[in-house]
């Protein structure tokens, strides 16, 4: 089964969303491994994983989203996730994904998230 990841960028500069097909396991690895680095060679600080469409995720992905976040956070990349379907947000909380990567509702709610921040913390965009 073979699973389509592409990337698009928000409306601020720095995030990117990369989104899931319907299945993701060991045969999108590589997909996501482009999709990851084509964030880092823009040079982007924050990559949101779209799960919305996202029905199939075995332990091999699991352990490659674990890595993922992983080799972001040593390039200091903020890792998110949003929408993911009931028996995924289920299987991510089984292995305690959640207090690693926050997983939010949706795009948006990330995008406000993140000006909330920047506000704070005093950045502008």
Same mark, same amino acid.
């Given at each position: 089964m073979?699973s ?36 880092q060679?823009i040079?982007?600080k924050?990559i ?16 490659? $989203?674990? $890595?993922?976040?992983?080799? $972001? ?40 998230f ?12």
């Amino acid at each position: 089964m073979m699973s389509m990841i592409h990337t698009q960028p928000t409306s601020i500069d720095d995030m990117h969303v990369i989104t899931f097909g319907t299945c993701f396991d060991g045969s999108a690895e590589p997909a996501l491994e482009a999709a990851v680095l084509q964030v880092q060679e823009i040079q982007g600080k924050h990559i949101i994983l779209n799960m919305g469409t996202l029905t199939t995720l075995n332990s091999r992905a699991l352990g490659k $989203l674990f $890595l993922t976040y992983h080799h $972001l956070s040593r390039k200091q990349i903020r890792l998110s996730m949003v929408n993911p379907k009931p028996a995924v947000r289920e299987m991510l909380a089984f292995v305690n994904f959640p207090k690693i990567v926050p997983i939010f509702d949706s795009i948006d709610d990330v995008v406000a998230f993140e000006q909330r921040q920047m506000k704070s913390s005093g950045i502008s965009e």
